[in-house]
């Protein structure tokens, strides 16, 4: 059995999966591969996966499997799995952080304090406490969130027609843009989803509102929003997904009130040791058949 590591896990990772065969990072290996892990950046379309024709098993280390063409790996009976809840903590925190490091001026407290300069009196922020959340999406990352954010005694609501989630109040699509003072999405990309943010939704919203995305890039439309941002519409936007990565050449380069990051919802040490044991896991359960 051959495994082939395309993209990064943990370190300790090629150790644990040892006993279940020959472990490689070598990409020139794929047609020989029968078990492949990938993340984000490696991309199993049709033309790769007819490139590896002993593959049995794709394992794609987080959430999104939009990277995948699972259709197609199903037709060559290629099972694909993922593990969904090992992220949630992780970007969940990341959320949070967004929220904050806006709400405090955070990076430009940071960029002007180490520059010398005391700009103490235009630093004036603002709190979480008592301000609305709304949750596009209530599924395992928002639920995180919402813990975090009930700390800070925000008023959370959220809108998914799909599940429930009796904690949070529930309310539909317009109530949601209507009122929330911070919009964060935690859906997946799907044609229903796609540009869900664009200039008609951001119209329903506050003035003033504040996004935050960490979820697929393509669920907004960035020109729409990068309008909003300049207007003041939106007040801020805080985002760690892009309709494409990194953001070449996207008009959300060109505006201020951002705070930006290189999709670092997964990126921590903790969620790859979980990433890792649950990769582990699957590939036992998959042998054992
Ligand atoms: P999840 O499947 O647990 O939850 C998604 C929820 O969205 C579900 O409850 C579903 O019912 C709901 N939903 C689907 N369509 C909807 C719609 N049209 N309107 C409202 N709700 C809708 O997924 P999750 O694990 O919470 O992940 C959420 C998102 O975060 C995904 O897009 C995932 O790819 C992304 N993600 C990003 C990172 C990162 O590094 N930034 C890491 C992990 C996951």
Not at 11 to 34: H, I, N, R, Y
Not at 188 to 203: F, G, H, V, Y
Not at 252 to 257: A, F, G
Request: charged share 30%.
């Amino acid at each position: 059995m051959k495994i082939l590591i395309s993209d990064p896990f943990s370190k300790e990772l090629p150790d644990m999966l040892k006993e279940f065969g020959e472990v490689t990072d070598d990409k020139s290996q794929l047609p020989d591969a029968d078990i492949l892990l990938v993340r984000s950046a490696t991309k199993p379309n049709k033309e790769y996966i007819d490139s590896a024709p002993n593959l049995k098993l794709i394992i794609r280390g987080g959430v999104g499997i939009d990277n995948i063409d699972v259709e197609y790996a199903k037709s060559k009976n290629i099972v694909v799995r993922n593990t969904p809840e090992a992220s949630s903590v992780a970007v969940a925190e990341l959320v949070i952080t967004h929220m904050l490091a806006i709400q405090h001026n955070l990076i430009r407290a940071h960029n002007t304090t180490k520059n010398g300069e005391w700009i103490k009196k235009q630093l004036k922020g603002n709190e979480l406490y008592r301000k609305t959340l709304g949750l596009i999406g209530i599924g395992r990352i928002a639920r995180e969130v919402f813990k975090r954010a009930k700390v800070f005694e925000m008023n959370i609501i959220a809108c998914d027609p799909y599940v429930c989630y009796d904690e949070c109040k529930e309310v539909n699509m317009d109530e949601l843009y209507e009122t929330s003072d911070f919009i964060s999405l935690h859906v997946p990309l799907t044609d229903e989803t796609r540009e869900m943010i664009n200039k008609d939704s951001i119209a329903k919203m506050k003035d003033g509102v504040i996004i935050i995305n960490t979820a697929r890039g393509k669920l907004i439309n960035e020109a729409d929003l990068a309008e909003a941002l300049k207007s003041g519409k939106v007040k801020y936007a805080g985002l760690d997904v892009y309709e494409s990565e990194p953001p070449v050449g996207s008009p959300l380069l060109e505006v201020d009130n951002v705070l930006l990051t290189p999709h670092l919802g997964a990126q921590t040490h903790e969620n790859m040791d979980r990433i890792g044991e649950q990769v582990v896991d699957i590939i036992r359960e998959f042998v054992q058949g």
